[in-house]
C-alpha cells in the first residue's frame, strides 16, 4: 500500500535497520500493520527471530568504540543534520504517521516538529558533558569525575507518540556517545523506521542506530538477556515496566521507565475559568486522549462546578470525530478496537454506579475504533474510570469542596506521573504544587511537555527523566579518578 501523498517514497520502509543496512527476517517471517480508522492493512514489517536480534545488539556494540570516541561537536553535527532533515520531511513523516496510527494530520505535523526538537536538544547538550575536580584530601593529589557513556542501549517505544518517543530517548543516547537498538510498537513501526532512513542520511555511522521489529517478548527478551546491553528505556504500561524491571536485574541494567499516569485537573473557585477550559481540552482531548499525561480524574470545586460544567460542554461540541487525514477532524480513531471497549466498559460502570452523562457518550456511528467523546458529572473515586487509565476522550468530574480534600483526591493514586491544577492565588498555587504527587505539575497550564524540560515521574509511574539536560545523565557513567601525587 501507498502512504496517500507521500513525496519520499523510500521513507516508507517495511524492513528493519541493522548495521546500516535494511533486513528482513532470514525466514520471511513478518506480520501486517493496520491502519486504525480504516482497518485496511498498510504492509508488513520483519517478525526477527531472536538470534536477528541479537545481532543487532551486536553491531550496536561493534560500533560503540568508534562512535563514543567521536567529539562532541561531530555527535552534535550529525543530530543537528537529522534535525534539518525532519523539518524538511515535516508532511511525509506526518502522514506516514497518521496512516499506522490514526491521529489528526495536524497533530502529526505537530509531533514532527516535537520529536525533530530532540535532535537539536541533545545535540547541543552533547557538549555540555561536564567533569568535575574535586579538593583533595592531600597534598599533590588530584581527584577527578569523568561522565561516559553507558553503552549499547535498548528503547523500547509506544504507539501513541511513534516519532517523539524515539528522538526523545535516542537523541539523549547518541549525543551522550551510547549506540542504540530501538524496538517501536508493533502498531506504528514506520515511524521508527522512516527515522532510520533519515538518519542514514545525515551521516549516523552503521550500527549506531538500529531499529527492529518482531515479538515484543522475544526482543524483551534479548535486550534483558544481553550482556553488551548496559541500559534499557521503556515508554509504555506499568505492568509491562515492572517485568522488564525484575529482567533487566539479571545483567544489572540500568533502566529508565516512563510508565501508567492517572493524572488529576483540579480546578478551584478562583480558577480562571475559560483559561481552565482552554487547558483541559489541550490537556485531555490531543490525540484523543491517547497520552499518559492526559487528564484522567477531573476536580472542580463546588462553588464553580456547574458554571464550568457548563463550559466545558460548548467547548466539547467543538470535538469533531473522523479519519486523521480528514482537515476538520480533531478526534481521531482510537489505537485498536480493545482500547475502545475498555473505555466502553469505564463509561458503563460509572454509569451504573450512579454517575450522570451530560454529553456525548453514544457509540460513533462510523463503528469500527471510533468513539464519541463522553462528559459524566458525578464520578467517584472508586469508580474504574478514577482507578485506570481510560487512554480515550472519557471525561469524568468529581466535586470536592476545600484545597486538603482536593490534594487528598489527586495524590490518591499508586500513579504520580502529571498533575494540573487552576488557581489564581499565589499562595495556594506553592502550597498545591508542593503538595501534590507528581513528577510534573501544570500550574494554569495544559500542555507540559518541551525539549527542555525534564519529563517523568514518581511512584508507579517510573523512574528517571526524559528530555532537558537531565536526560542526557541517563545515558551517562560517572567515573572517579583518583591520582596519586608523584
Not at 7 to 36: H, K, M
Not at 141 to 149: D, F
Not at 209 to 216: E, L, S
Not at 226 to 246: C, H
Amino acid at each position: 500500500m501507498k502512504v496517500p501523498g507521500l513525496r519520499d517514497e523510500a521513507l516508507f520502509r517495511q524492513s528493519c535497520y541493522i548495521d546500516g543496512g535494511w533486513q528482513c527476517a532470514a525466514d520471511g517471517t513478518s506480520f501486517s500493520v493496520d491502519n486504525p480508522a480504516s482497518g485496511a492493512v498498510i504492509g508488513t514489517v520483519p517478525q526477527l527471530a531472536e538470534a536477528e536480534i541479537e545481532q543487532a545488539v551486536a553491531a550496536a556494540g561493534r560500533a560503540l568504540p568508534g562512535w563514543r570516541q567521536q567529539t562532541a561537536d561531530v555527535r552534535a553535527e550529525i543530530l543537528g543534520r537529522w534535525y534539518e532533515l525532519l523539518l524538511q520531511q515535516q508532511e511525509d513523516l506526518a502522514r506516514i504517521m497518521t496512516l499506522e496510527q490514526g491521529k489528526p494530520l495536524a497533530e502529526a505535523r505537530a509531533e514532527i516538529l516535537y520529536a525533530a526538537s530532540f535532535l537539536r536538544w541533545f545535540g547541543e547538550e552533547a557538549r555540555r558533558v561536564y567533569g568535575e575536580t574535586i579538593p583533595a584530601a592531600r597534598p599533590g593529589q588530584h581527584l577527578l569525575v569523568l561522565r561516559q557513556p553507558v553503552g549499547v542501549c535498548a528503547l523500547i517505544t509506544p504507539w501513541n507518540f511513534p516519532a517523539a518517543m524515539i528522538t526523545r530517548k535516542a537523541g539523549a543516547a547518541l549525543a551522550a556517545g551510547c549506540t542504540v537498538v530501538a524496538k517501536p510498537a508493533s502498531a506504528t513501526p514506520y515511524s521508527a523506521l522512516a527515522l532510520a532512513e533519515l538518519g542514514e542520511r545525515a551521516g549516523l555511522p552503521p550500527g549506531v542506530f538500529n531499529v527492529v521489529t518482531g515479538a515484543a517478548d522475544a526482543i524483551a527478551n534479548v535486550f534483558t538477556g544481553s550482556p553488551v546491553v548496559r541500559k534499557i528505556s521503556f515508554t509504555g504500561s506499568t505492568a509491562v515496566g515492572q517485568q522488564l524491571m525484575a529482567r533487566s536485574a539479571r545483567q544489572i541494567q540500568k533502566i529508565s521507565l516512563e510508565l501508567g499516569g492517572n493524572a488529576p485537573f483540579i480546578v478551584f473557585d478562583d480558577a480562571d475559568l475559560d483559561r481552565a477550559v482552554d487547558g483541559l481540552m489541550a490537556a485531555k482531548f490531543r490525540n484523543s486522549g491517547q497520552t499518559c499525561i492526559s487528564v484522567n480524574r477531573l476536580l472542580v470545586q463546588d462553588g464553580v462546578h456547574d458554571e464550568f460544567v457548563g463550559r466545558l460542554q460548548l467547548a466539547m461540541q467543538g470535538l469533531r470525530v473522523g479519519d486523521g487525514f480528514d482537515p476538520e477532524v480533531n478526534q481521531a480513531a482510537l489505537i485498536d478496537r480493545a482500547a475502545v471497549s475498555k473505555l466502553q466498559q469505564h463509561q458503563a460502570d460509572a454509569l451504573a454506579q450512579g454517575a450522570r452523562l451530560v454529553f456525548g457518550g453514544q457509540p460513533h456511528p462510523v463503528g469500527g475504533n471510533f468513539v464519541s467523546p463522553a462528559l459524566l458529572t458525578g464520578v467517584q473515586p472508586q469508580m474504574r474510570m478514577c482507578q485506570e487509565e481510560s487512554f480515550g476522550p472519557l471525561l469524568g468530574i468529581t466535586r470536592f469542596s476545600d484545597e486538603e480534600q482536593a490534594i487528598a483526591l489527586a495524590n490518591d493514586s499508586p500513579y504520580g506521573l502529571a498533575s494540573y491544577f487552576y488557581s489564581q492565588d499565589v499562595h495556594r498555587v506553592w502550597r498545591v504544587a508542593e503538595a501534590l504527587e507528581a513528577g510534573m505539575v501544570g500550574i494554569n497550564e495544559g500542555v507540559l511537555s518541551n525539549a527542555a524540560a525534564p519529563f517523568g515521574g514518581v511512584k508507579a509511574s517510573g523512574l528517571g527523566r526524559e528530555g532537558s539536560r537531565h536526560g542526557i545523565e541517563e545515558y551517562l557513567e560517572m567515573k572517579y579518578l583518583c591520582m596519586g601525587a608523584p
